[in-house]
């Protein structure tokens, strides 16, 4: 073969070798997230609809259920839509293909929406993401909730509010603060008046973030629960997808008994707390003046807590007229991130967050009280529980409102935290479960991720 053969077949050739390595270097990220079953055999629900912005969809809620923009002393009165609220029996089973959508943050092309979604270190705020992703999760269940008898041109006589954050999962560090990202999801489950909603968030076709929803359905009035769509799936995919969220739907019965914080210790865990014990009562034993004694490297859990007082205001409600869930996961999130960044001397990253429960509403006019603590660490992870109470601006009543269980991660291992008393033990136990959590599902999330993309991927990204 002459020379200038061998030229012109490696001149042919070195544009796909470049190409082959620039997909080699992806691997990690396209394998990022990866569900164990990579969304029921590597394909992804994707119906092309589209909601436009966010911004577009907090308008189409709005304009469906006919609540007006803006702030209104006396909010429009709609006990005139319950006559309208359906039986069951009369809603016809709907698909998962029907409820799912994308929506977009462009902070490609937008400098103060890039303003608003990013910290000092460049990183993108996940509270803000999670706050995006509680608003598409409600415009999600509209899309899902058909009524064929409803007149043309009367809103829609429901109300959706957020019963549950099952859990989230971020990969803060591989977001970049200058590139749109897309929001998507789809309802997964479906009862007599709640539906589970899968959100997914990507950059540039990248899976780097999923939350999964509990959301009820509500009258007019938010005055009692209103029946939803069955949720009948059309195909493989979807049957895959709603078994799975069956298995989390019986997890979740019998008032949340798979809650960590609510489990009693173990006989394994009962060994932990007297571990702990031997571990703090000192050399000579505890003594009536000092009944513990601090390990090396370690910190008391109780002086490592932080909290602040909150007023939010009517542009923080949702359109019940109570405060915005997606609102009060934010500041959770924010006052966790001091919490551990004070904790760590460092800049930690939040990697999970579990079981964000909303047991009581909080009513426009009202106060919250913010309270995060540390909980357990383990080499460089922060395990933190954030506590929202809610102040009664017009009794000036407390109650509690939402627990957030979050795990954030360090570049450094950070000290081990210590119980002084029983009930820390028992948050210490709590936290352990987290943490335990969280690594089962990077573990599962994450398998493969460095074998490179996964085949068949239908649409864009990979499959989580």
Not at 104 to 129: K, P, Q, T
Not at 161 to 168: E, F, I, R, Y
Not at 413 to 427: F, G, K
Request: with cysteine; glycine share 6%; aromatic share 8%.
């Amino acid at each position: 073969m002459s020379l200038r053969a061998v030229g012109e077949i490696i001149m042919f050739l070195r544009p796909i070798l470049r190409r082959a390595i620039e997909v080699r270097r992806l691997c990690p990220q396209l394998g990022a997230l990866r569900h164990r079953s990579v969304e029921c055999g590597r394909e992804q629900l994707d119906s092309g609809h589209c909601s436009g912005t966010m911004d577009d969809v907090a308008k189409k809620i709005r304009e469906h259920i006919g609540v007006e923009g803006g702030y209104h002393a006396i909010p429009k009165c709609r006990e005139g839509l319950l006559k309208f609220q359906p039986d069951r029996s009369d809603l016809p089973g709907r698909s998962m293909i029907d409820s799912q959508t994308t929506a977009n943050i462009l902070l490609e092309s937008d400098a103060l929406m890039r303003e608003r979604f990013v910290y000092g270190r460049g990183l993108l705020r996940m509270g803000r993401i999670m706050e995006e992703l509680d608003l598409l999760a409600v415009w999600i269940c509209h899309r899902h909730v058909h009524l064929p008898k409803l007149p043309k041109g009367v809103p829609l006589p429901y109300t959706f509010v957020t019963l549950l954050v099952d859990h989230g999962h971020f990969l803060v560090e591989k977001f970049k603060a200058d590139v749109d990202v897309s929001l998507s999801g789809h309802v997964s489950w479906s009862g007599n008046s709640s539906l589970e909603i899968m959100a997914y968030v990507r950059q540039s076709g990248k899976l780097l973030a999923k939350a999964i929803f509990m959301i009820a359905a509500r009258d007019a009035t938010n005055s009692g629960p209103a029946p939803v769509n069955p949720l009948t799936p059309a195909n493989e995919l979807e049957e895959c997808l709603y078994q799975e969220a069956l298995e989390r739907q019986k997890r979740r019965e019998g008032n949340l008994p798979h809650l960590e914080s609510n489990r009693k210790p173990s006989k394994e865990e009962e060994q932990i707390m007297y571990e702990v014990f031997t571990r703090t009562k000192g050399i000579e034993g505890p003594t009536p003046t000092d009944m513990t004694a601090l390990p090396p490297n370690c910190r008391w859990m109780s002086k490592w807590h932080r909290r602040t007082l909150l007023h939010p205001f009517p542009e923080h409600r949702n359109e019940a007229n109570t405060i915005f869930g997606g609102f009060i996961i934010r500041k959770g999130i924010e006052i966790a991130f001091i919490t551990a960044s004070l904790f760590s001397n460092g800049y930690p990253v939040i990697e999970f967050i579990s079981d964000v429960t909303f047991p009581h509403p909080i009513p426009v006019h009202s106060y919250m009280k913010l309270k995060a603590y540390v909980v357990y660490t383990q080499d460089n992870y922060v395990q933190l529980m954030t506590v929202v109470d809610a102040i009664d601006g017009k009794s000036f009543t407390q109650f509690h409102s939402n627990t957030l269980h979050l795990t954030y991660s360090c570049r450094q291992e950070v000290p081990e935290v210590l119980p002084r008393s029983y009930s820390e033990a028992l948050w210490y136990l709590s936290g352990r479960r987290y943490l335990q959590r969280f690594r089962e599902f990077v573990d599962r999330d994450m398998e493969g991720s460095e074998s490179g993309p996964p085949e068949n991927i239908s649409g864009e990204g990979d499959a989580i």
